[in-house]
């Protein structure tokens, strides 16, 4: 049950290509999730998505779309970062059909797939795709009524840095939320099951199915990502407030919910 994915690359990514993490173990050394890696992938990116997660991804979404939509007032503005393909603006441009949604992502392959998806939905008057590094967001202080990341922030080089860029760039009072991937901790048969399918079944299918052996590294990423304690303190770090963590599907993604004070 894992993926929204983002394979390490194994080529290098020197190169202005914003952020991307530094791997772990067996990738060591290697950057995740640059633009150029997701320009190679976009035209399979969405089915991979759903093929991985069994279509739990698009419930993770509405998840996320929900936090923001109950409490962004009506004619307000969201930013997506990372927004890949716009799975994430789509659906909370469904949810709330007063809310404008601007995303940026890195990627122009995965911004193309995404400008169809949002044309071919008659979303364009409302979600602006444009590309920009989310380590170094092109935006005004206070812009926006709340500000995302799905799937995307496990990858970012400075993780501290990213969090500070969504806080700078979302109005006090308003929410910061962030979906990631984890290693499912739940001790019990399905917790155990959804731990094999990340560990075993997830790199391995993404690998055949994207033609990218770097999906083999897939769960290194995933675990080296913070534990929800470390994260939610990194974001108070960042200056959000009244912060939370709100596992989901047996603890293989997590919501992770700021207010700025
Ligand atoms: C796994 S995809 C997630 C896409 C989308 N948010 C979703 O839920 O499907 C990760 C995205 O992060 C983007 N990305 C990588 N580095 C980034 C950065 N520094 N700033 C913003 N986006 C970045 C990639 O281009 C890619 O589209």
Redesign the pocket.
């Known amino acids: 049950m894992s993926p929204?994915?983002?394979p390490p690359m194994n080529e290098s990514n020197e190169s202005n290509e914003?952020?991307?993490a530094p791997e772990t173990d067996r990738g060591e050394g290697r950057d995740l999730?640059?633009?150029a890696m997701?320009d190679g992938i976009a035209a399979r990116y969405d089915m991979l998505?759903r093929v991985m997660s069994m279509g739990l991804d698009v419930r993770w979404?509405r998840a996320l779309a929900r936090a923001i939509t109950e409490v962004t007032p009506t004619g307000g503005e969201v930013l997506?970062?990372?927004?890949?393909?716009a799975?994430?603006a789509l659906t909370i441009a469904a949810q709330a059909p007063s809310l404008r949604i601007v995303g940026?992502?890195?990627?122009a392959g995965?911004l193309e797939r995404g400008r169809k998806k949002v044309r071919g939905a008659g979303l364009d008057g409302r979600i602006t795709l444009e590309i920009?590094?989310?380590?170094s967001l092109p935006f005004a202080d206070d812009r926006f009524d709340a500000a995302c990341?799905?799937?995307?922030i496990r990858?970012?080089k400075d993780r501290a840095l990213g969090l500070a860029e969504l806080t700078r760039v979302t109005r006090p009072g308003g929410l910061v939320a962030i979906l990631e991937l984890a290693e499912p901790r739940d001790s019990g048969l399905l917790g155990r099951a959804a731990r094999t399918h990340v560990r075993h079944v997830v790199p391995r299918l993404g690998a055949i199915l994207s033609g990218s052996r770097e999906y083999r590294y897939l769960q290194d990423s995933i675990a080296a990502f913070p534990p929800a304690a470390e994260f939610t303190a990194m974001m108070r770090e960042a200056g959000l407030a009244e912060v939370e963590a709100r596992p989901m599907t047996f603890g293989a993604v997590v919501l992770f919910l700021g207010r700025v004070p």
């Open positions: 929204p994915m983002n914003p952020s991307v999730g640059s633009g997701f998505n979404r997506d970062v990372a927004t890949g393909t799975d994430v940026v992502d890195p990627s995965m920009a590094d989310g380590l990341v799905s799937f995307g990858n970012f």
